[in-house]
């Protein structure tokens, strides 16, 4: 019931799987997780096909009621997924979870692209929705609608796996830091992310694609790179935020918690020039733990 609340209030929805997270991280049942899970994607989906009703689902309108009904539902269905498969370790589920997904959206995403007139619509109604808004008129404007549209498109189908788990992490780590304060517990959560050496791998691959879609544009491949590449890099990203921690504790009497660390870093986000220099900087770093032992474990 409290998911579904913070769904329907616009301000909160961002947060609507904490209420799962924190069931499974406080040894709830799996009865009572799967209870939950299934509860609010049934909640999501039914929420979704009212507001479309008696509207048809066709063309672009499919393509709006597909993303809008998608992206929540996969949410509550990873994260309920995620306490049901106790048997692998934490970074296993992330990825088991996460790869399932992103598998699915980039399924979606070659159907409607094979298609190329709901594609064309898409944009066309993207467009017009701009032009509605406002967010294209005067004479300062640079691109037009359909440009700015097109833009929309092309950096959605790259980042929406991004999009996907970085929320997941936001209900997983509100849901740590509201139960490590309730049990007085002081162990912080970016020193449970372990990232095995040969990861990199990951990382360099999915760069070398991503690097290559924007020289060379490679459709499909170039998606898959994107969305592979994206998350790869903020794993590592939360591993120099974990150095960054362990590393500024010898130097204070209270050493930052993970999420005073993510609050630092949010606020940072809306300083340009710094924010993309601070991602490079703790990638770096969380990269360099390869080579340099920074932590006595």
């Keep these: 019931m409290l998911s579904f609340i913070l769904y329907m209030v616009d301000p909160f929805s961002l947060f609507f799987t904490v209420p799962i997270h924190f069931h499974g991280l406080n040894n709830g049942k799996r009865e009572v997780i799967l209870f939950s899970g299934v509860g609010i994607t049934l909640a999501v989906a039914l929420r979704e096909l009212i507001r479309y009703r008696g509207v048809d689902l066709d063309g672009a309108v499919l393509v709006f009621f597909v993303i809008g009904f998608g992206f929540p539902v996969m949410l509550s269905l990873m994260s309920t997924a995620f306490y049901l498969i106790t048997q692998i370790r934490v970074m296993g589920r992330v990825a088991v979870v996460y790869l399932a997904s992103t598998l699915t959206g980039i399924l979606m995403v070659a159907f409607f692209q094979r298609s190329g007139d709901m594609m064309q619509e898409t944009l066309t109604l993207f467009a017009q929705s701009l032009d509605a808004l406002g967010l294209t008129a005067g004479s300062g404007v640079l691109f037009s609608s359909r440009q ?9 189908t790259r980042v929406f796996a991004a999009m996907l788990i970085v929320q997941f992490g936001i209900g ?12 007085g517990l002081t162990v912080s959560l970016l020193d449970r992310i372990s990232v095995p050496d040969w990861f990199i791998w990951v990382l360099l691959g999915s760069w070398t694609v991503i690097l290559l879609d924007i020289v060379l544009g490679l459709g499909m491949l ?4 994107w969305n592979l590449g994206l998350p790869a890099g903020l794993i590592y ?6 150095l960054f921690r362990r590393i500024s504790a010898k130097r204070r009497r209270v050493p930052f918690s993970g999420f005073q660390i993510a609050i630092i870093l949010m606020l940072v986000m809306f300083i340009p020039g710094v924010n993309i220099l601070s991602l490079v900087a703790l990638g770096i770093l969380g990269v360099s733990e390869i080579w340099i032992v920074y932590r006595n474990e």
């Design 148 to 156: 700015l549209a097109e833009a929309a498109v092309y950096t959605f």
């Design 172 to 183: 997983y780590g509100l849901a740590w830091e509201y139960l490590k304060r309730k049990k």
């Design 222 to 225: 170039g998606i898959i790179g």
């Design 237 to 242: 990203v939360l591993r120099g935020m974990a």
